[in-house]
């Protein structure tokens, strides 16, 4: 079935270092791409998504790109911090049709920063 | 607002046995989610709810129940627990399709 998958499973970053968390995904019929943040014995937190005719966007110290043409997506932090030590999913989502409302996850990247 | 509640935080079960596990919204969203999410794994999704009364079958759903008779409640409930259905389960809700606000999960263990 349609799945969505990280590159690398564990990143180690120093603090105020850029990070950049990696995502494939397969169903080309996904309308929107999510990044979530999963603190250790908490449930995941929204942190940013973007739509599927767009292929750049940017919150607060974090940037999403998209590229569709090799079905791939990345988060990237900005002056990593230890707050940001946590695990980041991808998901996709539809927009439409019998999968409306359903989000399908990735397996997850640890990232942990160094002091 | 207290956003996600779940309830209990942590249930140790016997093979056979059968329990619910609570959640509570108080956001007044339409959507409702529940997920089990396995060690080192991401999330997969066992059932829905676009608003109360309609529920719908997500990836897992063998060996869960639930119902929505309310906008707040979306208890989910196990029948003839098993093994495999240790794991943490975490409830959510939205009210955009992609924005989902995720309880803090309840953890099962299954023996």
């Known amino acids: 079935g349609e799945s969505v998958g990280l590159h690398l499973p564990t990143l180690s970053v120093q603090e105020g270092d850029n990070s950049i968390i990696n995502c494939a995904y397969s169903?080309?019929?996904?309308?929107?791409f999510i990044w979530y943040k999963q603190e250790s014995g908490k449930g995941p937190q929204f942190i940013i998504d973007?739509?599927?005719?767009?292929d750049k966007r940017q919150g607060q110290r974090v940037t999403v790109l998209l590229n569709k043409t090799v079905k791939h997506l990345s988060l990237q932090i900005a002056a990593t911090q230890p707050g940001d030590s946590a695990v980041y999913f991808c998901?996709?989502?539809?927009?439409?049709?019998?999968?409306?409302?359903?989000?399908?996850f990735g397996q997850g990247t640890i990232l942990t920063v160094h002091p | 607002n207290a956003g996600v509640t779940q309830t209990p935080k942590f249930r140790i079960l016997k093979i056979g046995q059968s329990m619910t596990l609570q959640c509570t919204q108080d956001?007044?969203?339409?959507?409702m989610y529940w997920y089990r999410q396995d060690p080192g794994m991401g999330l997969k999704l066992i059932y829905y709810?676009?608003?109360?009364?309609?529920?719908d079958k997500g990836e897992v759903p063998n060996g869960y129940n639930v119902s929505r008779s309310t906008t707040e409640d979306f208890p989910l409930r196990l029948e003839l627990a098993a093994p495999s259905q240790t794991s943490v389960y975490f409830c959510?809700?939205?009210?955009?399709?992609?924005?989902?606000?995720f309880g803090p999960g309840t953890r099962l263990t299954v023996t």
């Open positions: 959510a809700s939205s009210s955009l399709l992609r924005e989902q606000y």
């Open positions: 169903n080309s019929a996904s309308d929107y």
């Open positions: 973007i739509r599927s005719n767009m």
């Open positions: 998901a996709e989502a539809a927009a439409g049709g019998t999968s409306y409302g359903k989000l399908t």
């Open positions: 956001m007044n969203h339409n959507y």
């Open positions: 709810s676009v608003g109360a009364g309609i529920t």
